[in-house]
Nanobody
């Protein structure tokens, strides 16, 4: 059993920054690929950033250059540094994990329920 718990969401003005965290517990795997996707009611889920077991990262065009994904393998914590936030970044951000998949492959699949494990999410509001 794997648990993913996000934190760090909140309300921020446009141009501001937030750092999200995702703590993984339970049975984790050396070849984890982890990432973030976001969801807004009425819109399609969007995979935004992934990082695989080799440290390779992938980003959606909508966040490239503004968001940075990283992870602390010793603590099993995934991060998402979000800078220069825009109102269109407002969403529920959820982390996800799977195995034996590259960061690029994961970016296109992470928002699919079949991807692997999902957290419950943390809300980000940009005004």
């Amino acid at each position: 059993h794997v648990q993913l718990v996000e934190s760090g969401g909140g309300s921020v003005q446009a141009g501001g920054s937030l750092r999200l965290s995702c703590a993984a517990s339970g049975r984790t795997y050396i070849k984890w690929c982890m990432g973030w996707f976001r969801e807004v009611p009425g819109k399609e889920r969007e995979g935004i950033a992934t990082i695989d077991s080799g440290g390779i990262t992938a980003y959606a065009d909508s966040v490239k250059g503004r968001f940075t994904i990283s992870k602390d393998n010793a603590k099993n914590i995934l991060y998402l540094q979000m800078d220069n936030l825009k109102p269109e970044d407002s969403a529920t951000y959820r982390c996800a994990a799977s195995w034996d998949v590259t960061a690029i492959e994961a970016l296109g699949r992470i928002a699919d329920p079949a991807f692997g494990y999902w957290g419950e999410g943390t809300q980000v509001t940009v005004s």
